[in-house]
């Protein structure tokens, strides 16, 4: 019996609770280790990130406020005497400094091209990494694995073989989880630096674009918000020679203008103070988007401008026909002048979206009673006469009091003959 007892191997010594739980402490420290560090290495990143934003914008602001005091510069040339020789220093500086933005520029957009294309396939094989991770996730699960404090339960219980591989594949589970974890994180941020790039770069172009005729204030969530300069009126302005006095004074006005997020055009247009109607110009866009040859956004920009100049000019005729002995009233989003004729009748007269800086002539669309004592005048007699009053020689319907001097002889010579 001893010599049994002698020839017996010696029991393994059995794992105690203290070496399972050095096990989870030093899965803990290393999850507290992962964690900490990408708290550190997020918190960097988004330093570097806004401080780089923030140098870019700067670089970007000073080259836009050289080419603006360009602008000031050569808008006041009328009113400051400037030497040959000093206008042509300060001309070779300015292109210097136009020349050192676009290079500026044209980096930029590459460097915006390549962290795309970066983060691009940096995405992708994340969404790959999440799949494989989703699917150890689920093994896991199924096996009854919800949390690594069971790891020192199952090394108590157990310490074969099996269950130490077991142990040490739950460690490389969790590993993973955390590193996939960090690379969502820097993913996340590479995708913030690259929107703000792009915003940057945004504001950068519609600057450059919109310098001669406005400020931009602001672009973000897709809305432009910019100042549109007031445009200095006369009595000849665009080559018409208008027999009026002109009011100059126009203010400035503020648009907002949302962009569509999928082909960067506009779909919407406000505009402040609302004292012009701009409601139409998205849909004028719409119909001539195929005959429009410069870049939507400038288009549409110009065109509002162009509305300040047409409603002003209209207003400045309807102020001075109102000294003949008629009186009118404009209407500026149906585009219709109202002329209060003698014995209470109204004519309407529907105006070109350009008049008066189109040829093209007023139209008599319609007259009725407006007075006590209503003048009797069937649907016949309106046909007739406003088939006469649109046949009128171009430049009689070119000017509004000779138009409607001439539609009131018409209606009186009917009425007479009728």
């Given at each position: 019996m001893a010599e049994a007892g002698a020839l017996a191997p010696a029991p393994a010594?059995?794992?105690?609770?203290?070496?399972?739980?050095?096990?989870?402490?030093?899965?803990?420290?290393?999850?507290?280790?992962?964690?900490l560090k990408r708290r550190r290495g997020g918190e960097q990143e988004e330093a570097e990130a806004a401080v780089a934003d923030a140098e870019l914008a700067l670089a970007l602001d000073s080259a836009y406020q050289?080419?603006?005091?360009?602008?000031?510069?050569?808008?006041?040339?009328?009113?400051?005497?400037?030497?040959?020789?000093?206008?042509?220093?300060?001309?070779?500086?300015?292109?210097?400094?136009?020349?050192?933005?676009?290079?500026?520029n044209r980096k930029l957009s590459d460097e915006?091209?390549?962290?795309?294309?970066?983060?691009?396939?940096?995405?992708?094989?994340?969404?790959v990494n999440v799949e494989v991770l989703e699917s150890l996730l689920s093994k896991l699960e199924s096996k009854g694995f919800d949390h690594f404090e069971a790891i020192p339960v199952l090394g108590q219980s157990d310490?074969?073989?099996?269950?130490?591989?077991?142990?040490?594949?739950?460690?490389?589970?969790?590993?993973?989880?955390?590193?996939?974890?960090?690379?969502?994180?820097?993913?996340?941020?590479?995708?913030?630096?690259?929107?703000?790039?792009?915003?940057?770069?945004?504001?950068?172009?519609?600057?450059?674009?919109?310098?001669?005729?406005?400020?931009?204030?602001d672009y973000k969530d897709h809305c432009l918000r910019m100042?549109?300069?007031?445009?200095?009126?006369?009595?000849?302005?665009?080559?018409?020679?208008?027999?009026?006095?002109?009011?100059?004074?126009?203010?400035?006005?503020?648009?907002?203008?949302?962009?569509?997020?999928?082909?960067?055009?506009?779909?919407?247009?406000?505009?402040?103070?609302?004292?012009?109607?701009?409601?139409?110009?998205?849909?004028?866009?719409?119909?001539?988007?195929?005959?429009?040859?410069?870049?939507?956004?400038?288009?549409?920009?110009?065109?509002?401008?162009?509305?300040?100049?047409?409603?002003?000019?209209?207003?400045?005729?309807?102020?001075?026909?109102?000294?003949s002995r008629h009186s009118f009233e404009y209407l500026d989003k149906e585009e219709v002048i109202i002329a209060h004729l003698d014995r209470g009748v109204d004519a309407s007269i529907k105006i070109s979206s350009d008049w008066p800086l189109c040829s093209y002539g007023l139209k008599l669309i319609s007259i009725r009673n407006s007075g006590t004592n209503p003048?009797?005048?069937d649907s016949s007699l309106l046909s007739k006469i406003k088939e006469l009053a649109n046949t009128l020689d171009g430049h009689i319907r070119q000017y509004l009091v000779k138009f409607v001097d001439a539609v009131e002889e018409i209606l009186i010579r009917e009425l007479q003959s009728g």
């Open positions: 010594p059995a794992q105690g609770p203290e070496e399972a739980l050095l096990d989870a402490a030093v899965i803990r420290s290393r999850v507290e280790q992962l964690a050289v080419a603006k005091e360009g602008m000031d510069v050569l808008d006041d040339l009328s009113t400051a005497a400037i030497s040959t020789d000093d206008l042509d220093a300060y001309l070779e500086r300015l292109r210097k400094e136009v020349t050192l933005a676009e290079e500026g915006i091209g390549v962290t795309a294309k970066t983060i691009a396939n940096d995405m992708i094989q994340l969404n310490s074969t073989d099996s269950c130490r591989n077991q142990r040490s594949a739950d460690k490389d589970c969790i590993y993973e989880v955390l590193e996939l974890d960090h690379q969502i994180g820097k993913s996340k941020m590479n995708l913030k630096m690259l929107q703000n790039l792009q915003s940057v770069d945004e504001m950068w172009k519609l600057k450059s674009m919109l310098l001669p005729i406005g400020e931009v204030l100042v549109l300069k007031a445009p200095t009126l006369t009595s000849d302005i665009y080559g018409q020679k208008l027999n009026c006095a002109i009011d100059s004074f126009i203010s400035d006005h503020e648009l907002l203008i949302e962009i569509d997020e999928g082909n960067m055009e506009p779909k919407n247009v406000k505009i402040f103070p609302d004292d012009v109607c701009v409601d139409i110009l998205i849909e004028m866009l719409e119909s001539s988007r195929e005959v429009i040859s410069s870049p939507v956004l400038g288009w549409l920009i110009q065109q509002c401008q162009c509305r300040f100049i047409v409603n002003a000019l209209r207003r400045s005729l309807v102020n001075d026909a109102n000294n003048i009797n005048i």
